[in-house]
């Protein structure tokens, strides 16, 4: 059983820059596609990132051109640089892996954006 954990998250102010990790227990190699997604209490969680092995990057609309998805697999983990941060990016971000089997899901880290 692969375990996520994401690291990285906490305070910052608006205009400011965080990254997160999301470092699995075992090798990322096993993954075809990996995501990050964020939550807001009361709210579905949404999804922010995702990446497709070899393929793609998609980002939802109000992150494009501040936030980037990267995998490093010597590391065995995955990325989120988020920049110029506003408030409403203020959630609980979770990283999520899919492999031919199932999805994996890391327990979330929060990220709080204000002044």
């Known amino acids: 059983q692969v375990e996520l954990a994401e690291s990285g998250g906490g305070w910052v102010q608006p205009g400011g820059s965080l990254r997160l990790s999301c470092e699995a227990s075992?090798?990322?190699?096993?993954?075809?596609?990996l995501a990050w997604y964020r939550q807001v209490a009361g709210k579905q969680r949404e999804l922010v990132a995702n990446?497709?092995?070899?393929?793609?990057?998609d980002y939802t609309d109000s992150v494009k051109g501040r936030f980037t998805i990267s995998l490093d697999d010597a590391k065995n983990t995955v990325y989120l640089q988020m920049n110029s941060l506003k408030p409403e990016d203020t959630a609980v971000y979770y990283c999520?892996?899919?492999?031919?089997?199932?999805?994996?899901w890391g327990q979330g880290t929060q990220v709080t954006v204000s002044s």
């Open positions: 075992g090798s990322m190699r096993r993954f075809y596609a």
């Open positions: 999520k892996a899919l492999d031919s089997m199932q999805d994996y």
């Open positions: 990446m497709v092995r070899g393929g793609s990057t």
